[in-house]
């Protein structure tokens, strides 16, 4: 019943999602568009904070990495349509593999320092590496997609273009959080000896899980680089990293989906009501992240969880 | 080796005197951490804050006046937001360790953005003191006497903090505390107090490194995010709650990053997460760090 309601709910919130630039106008599909990318970052990141228990303040870089990936590839090679997206979640995955060894040795708080570090030196890296990140000034100039040879230029269309990638990205950590695989993960969260005393590697599974995070980061820089068409260094700096911890913490960590009302939410107070607070966005979100870590320790999906738990059954 | 030595003098003496930042600015960190569990994001935030006052006072002339009023008013100014922190996070106390630095980085958001507001986005000079603000010959090199007197300084609060925590009855309590809180507390001990007072100290001492820093890195955005990056990288080299850690730790990344930049400047980063990885893999406690229970 409550399974079937559900997926009322996501055919629902999908066919909205797919209608949005037939009825909104072009500004305001391009803030969708933000948000979808934003949300993938941090559905990924909520598979290592809410399933596999491992709270990351670095996972902005493998977001930087496949954005500058699928920038520079744009530029210098081809901009066709598959080619940015799938090299920029390699780029991710590959990039999480490299450090990722080293990160997932850690727990707790003690990953969060580590994971806060790799983040800054990769920070440091695309800042000085100029020639091929522009450094501060950033990678610009990025050409529109191009599907079987035609650029995508109006926003409606570059809309689609994301929110396929991000359907994409998230039905694939949809089914891996439900398979057995998942199961481990969260085992691993609950209680790690247990699981080690079962035969399980944690080692190994918590590797494959920042290893496929990365990866579907990777995939939102690389509709980041489409959308926007500009990358910066600000896109894996530590303020995008709090951020993204921020919409799956005010979200609710471990239901994927709450994670992306928090990066609507994040979004929104960023990009839309930013402006209007002469760029001091991340106060006002500063002060809604210090409101939800007392008020609502699990989030908007706590608040659900609560209000299915007191409906008579 | 001699003239290697001579040459590399100056980035030598600057490493030292990062070194002896950093070691004022971790040290706190690294008590609360190893004591508390309690990760204080808004470390950097404290020295950011510090780091105006020594604008605000010492900014337009350099007098002793301005930058004593700027090191007393960060360290008064510090301490209480230690405690206004401590008791921020008091409630949060039976639950995951995780939501108060959580915490901490929104009030580290918060403090931030209040600054960019109230001073802008551009780096402030800070000036140190008349008497400091020249340069002095050190083995036949110019070298800037605010650098050398900013070593002095760290090791003046370096033996201080040693002394405080390793000879004496409040020391013994909070080394005590590290080890084992829960046996703190049956003896007698309200652990909360242990804990304000730490953070206190910790949190004076930060702000206080943001203005001996002032002259330095002046003061702009973005710089506590910069430092409470290098303190952290400290903390974990040093092991958490050890001073000889946090003092080793220290005069370590202050090297790496004063003669890492000069020696191999493309590869700087790297020298830093190389130094990281390789601590970690050899001793996951860091150096000094006590092997503890899990918690």
Known sequence: MKQRAGLLVGAVVLVALALVPLFVAPYETGIMSRILIFALLAVSLDLLVGITGLPSLGHAAYFGIGAYTAGWLSLNVSAEAPVPLLAATAAGAVAAAAT???????????????????????????????????????????????????????????????????????????????????????????????????GYSPFRYKYAAFVLAGAVAGLAGGLLAAQARLVTTADLGFTTAALALLAVVIGGAGTLWGACLGAALVVLVRDALGPRLDGHGPLVLGLVFIATVYLLPRGFAGLAALRLRRRPA | MLSWFDTNLVSILNGFAIGSLLFILAVGLSIVFGMMDVLNLAHGALYLVGAYF?????????????????????????????????????PLARRPHLDQALLTLGVALVVAELLAIFYGNDVLRVRPPPGLNGSMQVFGNTYPTYRLALIGIGVLIAVAVFVVVERTTVGALVRASVADREMVATLGVDNRLVKLAVLGVG?????????????????????????????????????????????????????????????????????????????????????????????
């Open chain 1, 100 to 198: 990722g060894w080293l990160a997932v040795r850690s727990t707790g708080v003690f990953f969060l320092m580590l994971t806060l570090a790799i983040g800054e030196l990769i920070f440091q890296v695309a800042q000085q590496w100029e020639s091929v990140t522009g450094g501060s000034n950033g990678l610009f100039g990025i050409p529109a997609v191009r599907i079987a040879g035609s650029p995508l230029t109006l926003a409606g269309f570059v809309y689609w273009y994301v929110l396929a990638g991000f359907l994409v990205g998230y039905a694939g950590l949809r089914v891996v959080s439900a398979s057995p695989f998942g199961a481990v993960l969260r085992g691993i969260r609950d209680n790690e000896p247990r699981m080690r005393s079962l």
């Open chain 2, 54 to 90: 020594g604008y605000q006072f010492a900014g337009d002339t350099s007098s002793w006046l301005g930058f004593g009023t700027a090191l007393g008013t960060a360290a008064l100014v510090g301490v209480l937001a230690g405690g206004v922190l401590s008791s921020m996070t008091e």
């Open chain 2, 203 to 295: 949190s004076g001492l930060a702000a206080l490194a943001g203005v001996l820093g002032g002259p330095i890195y002046g003061a702009g955005p973005g710089l506590d995010e910069r430092v409470l990056i290098l303190a952290l990288v400290v903390v974990v080299i040093g092991g958490l709650g050890s001073i000889k850690g946090a003092f080793v730790g220290a005069l370590l990344i202050g090297q790496v990053e004063s003669l890492g930049r000069a020696l191999v400047p493309d590869l700087a980063s790297f020298v830093l997460f190389g130094a990281l990885a390789l601590v970690l893999i050899v001793r996951p406690r860091g150096l000094f760090g006590a092997p503890k229970a899990a918690v």
